[in-house]
């Protein structure tokens, strides 16, 4: 009874940070609100409120199924996000710039990260990238599965294909106008030529360790230290297919976690859920209101709380105040 008080006032009192989900892209299919508590889908935002969660990255996927128009299929996702924000000004605001993720946490507020995932959204433009910065984009997964303008997605694994010469440009210019480079999905060479490329941390926001589930969405070792030695942070994922082959659940979760500490220390590690991505989810962890149980779990396991602290979003929260710019004025780009 007494632990069970001491995990959750270590989970409360703690950043957690969900670096993604796509439930911008279920919302109005699911014909539900951000603002609302619903029993469909994974995540909204008094779901991320009970479950503890600070900061939630939300993608704009991109998806093959707008292969015609990539660029108009982002800015209609755009656009749901702030109406969604304006629709709920009381229970979330959105992130420009680093203060505003420590002034929404203090108000009890969901902080909320706009990302896009699927690098075909530029539409091959280096104008593009910008313009999605001033509209309030603050990170990129480079690619999808599948092959576009930037690199080869994990399905081209075959071909060796890496980033092209536009996507070395773009991860170039995020690291300038200061958006969180991201390499889920990405193809094993595009992973490496990202590494060399980027001058500052890269993260995978949703993947998880080969070593102990072979999927080809999660990481080799070599990568998750690599990754680590930029100072980023791989967000690990709920999607049973990328936590075990025959059992997975939360406690199959913990050994990666468990794993990559082993491998390249805490400082790499936090959470990236797939909410909403993906139609099954480990068991124990139904919806964002789950989360507490990540906290429980690894106090069980031995991390000190200063190690939970990190991994629940402390990692995730350096390399955003290390990659995002102190000032929200996009005119100074
Ligand atoms: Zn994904």
Same mark, same amino acid.
């Given at each position: 009874?007494?632990?069970?008080?001491?995990?959750?006032?270590?989970?409360?009192?703690?950043?957690?940070?969900?670096?993604?989900?796509?439930?911008?892209?279920?919302?109005?299919?699911?014909?539900?609100?951000?603002?609302? +508590?619903?029993?469909?889908?994974?995540?909204?935002?008094?779901?991320?409120?009970?479950? $503890?969660?600070?900061?939630?990255?939300?993608?704009?996927?991109?998806?093959?199924?707008?292969?015609?128009?990539?660029? !108009?299929? !982002?800015?209609?996702?755009?656009?749901?996000?702030?109406?969604?924000?304006?629709?709920?000004?009381?229970?979330?605001?959105?992130?420009?710039?680093?203060?505003?993720?420590?002034?929404?946490?203090?108000?009890?507020?969901?902080? !909320?990260?706009?990302?896009? &995932?699927?690098?075909?959204?530029?539409?091959?433009?280096?104008?593009?990238?910008?313009?999605?910065?001033?509209?309030?984009?603050?990170?990129?997964?480079?690619?999808?599965?599948?092959?576009?303008?930037?690199?080869?997605?994990?399905?081209?694994? $075959?071909?060796?294909?890496?980033?092209?010469?536009?996507?070395?440009?773009?991860?170039?210019?995020?690291?300038?106008?200061?958006?969180?480079?991201?390499?889920?999905?990405?193809?094993?060479?595009?992973?490496?030529?990202?590494?060399?490329?980027?001058?500052?941390?890269?993260?995978?926001?949703?993947?998880?360790?080969?070593?102990?589930?072979?999927?080809? %969405?999660?990481?080799?070792?070599?990568?998750?230290?690599?990754?680590?030695?930029?100072?980023?942070?791989?967000?690990?994922?709920?999607?049973?297919?990328?936590?075990?082959?025959?059992?997975?659940?939360?406690?199959?979760?913990?050994?990666?976690?468990?794993?990559?500490?082993?491998?390249?220390?805490?400082?790499?590690? $936090?959470?990236?859920?797939?909410?909403?991505?993906?139609?099954?989810?480990?068991? &124990?962890?139904?919806?964002?209101?789950?989360?507490?149980?990540?906290?429980?779990?690894?106090? +069980? %396991?031995?991390?000190?709380?200063?190690?939970?602290?990190?991994?629940?979003?402390?990692?995730?929260?350096?390399?955003?105040?290390?990659?995002?710019?102190?000032? +929200? +004025? !996009?005119?100074?780009?």
């Amino acid at each position: 009874m007494e632990n069970t008080a001491l995990y959750s006032d270590i989970h409360f009192s703690s950043p957690v940070v969900d670096a993604h989900c796509d439930t911008l892209t279920v919302l109005r299919k699911q014909n539900r609100r951000l603002g609302q +508590k619903s029993g469909a889908g994974h995540v909204d935002l008094p779901r991320l409120l009970s479950g $503890g969660v600070n900061l939630q990255f939300f993608a704009a996927f991109v998806g093959p199924d707008y292969r015609d128009d990539p660029l !108009a299929r !982002a800015l209609e996702i755009f656009d749901l996000f702030f109406e969604e924000m304006n629709a709920c000004a009381d229970l979330a605001e959105p992130v420009f710039a680093y203060p505003d993720i420590e002034r929404a946490i203090s108000r009890g507020k969901v902080a !909320a990260l706009l990302t896009v &995932e699927g690098g075909e959204a530029l539409a091959g433009r280096l104008e593009v990238l910008r313009m999605f910065y001033r509209l309030g984009v603050r990170g990129l997964t480079l690619t999808w599965n599948g092959r576009n303008e930037l690199a080869d997605g994990v399905s081209e694994s $075959g071909t060796g294909g890496g980033l092209t010469g536009f996507g070395a440009a773009v991860v170039r210019e995020m690291n300038r106008l200061g958006m969180v480079v991201d390499v889920s999905h990405i193809s094993p060479r595009g992973f490496w030529d990202v590494i060399r490329e980027s001058a500052g941390p890269v993260i995978a926001s949703h993947s998880n360790c080969r070593a102990l589930c072979d999927h080809p %969405r999660n990481l080799e070792d070599d990568q998750i230290r690599a990754l680590a030695d930029t100072g980023g942070v791989v967000g690990l994922c709920f999607y049973p297919d990328f936590v075990h082959r025959e059992a997975p659940s939360l406690d199959s979760w913990l050994d990666h976690v468990e794993y990559v500490a082993g491998l390249a220390g805490v400082r790499c590690i $936090g959470i990236g859920s797939d909410f909403d991505g993906i139609e099954s989810v480990i068991p &124990e962890m139904a919806d964002a209101t789950r989360l507490p149980l990540v906290t429980e779990g690894l106090l +069980k %396991r031995g991390f000190s709380p200063e190690e939970v602290r990190m991994i629940l979003g402390g990692n995730f929260l350096r390399v955003l105040s290390q990659v995002l710019r102190d000032d +929200k +004025k !996009a005119s100074t780009i």
